[in-house]
Nanobody, 122 residues
């Protein structure tokens, strides 16, 4: 099982920036996709960014142009750069890794981190 640990959350004013990090216990090249989700109180968990094994990315319209997902395979870490933050971005942000990719031979996994709180004040 791949272990994930998020960091970088905190309190920021609207318009500010934060960078979240997700450190993985296994090689990130072994993940077919790494994702960031968020969940606000009373709402369902929603996908905010995906990076797949070939480096392709996906963002929903709600964060497109403001959030950027990236991956440092040498550090086995995935980042989420969040700019122009809005109060509605307030949520617990979770890292998710699913695999394995074609680069690795290992048991299938779908792992989640413990989450990190992001709070954006007006």
């Amino acid at each position: 099982q791949v272990q994930l640990v998020e960091s970088g959350g905190g309190l920021v004013q609207a318009g500010g920036s934060l960078r979240l990090a997700c450190a993985a216990s296994a090689d990130t090249i072994c993940a077919s996709a790494m994702n960031w989700y968020r969940q606000a109180p009373g709402r369902e968990r929603e996908l905010v960014a995906t990076i797949i094994s070939d480096g392709g990315t996906y963002y929903p319209d709600s964060v497109k142009g403001r959030f950027t997902i990236s991956r440092d395979n040498a550090k086995n870490t995935v980042y989420l750069q969040m700019n122009s933050l809005k109060p509605e971005d307030t949520a617990v942000y979770y890292c998710n890794a699913a695999g394995p990719s074609a680069m690795c031979v290992m048991a299938p996994f779908d792992s989640w981190g413990q989450g990190t709180q992001v709070t954006v004040s007006p």
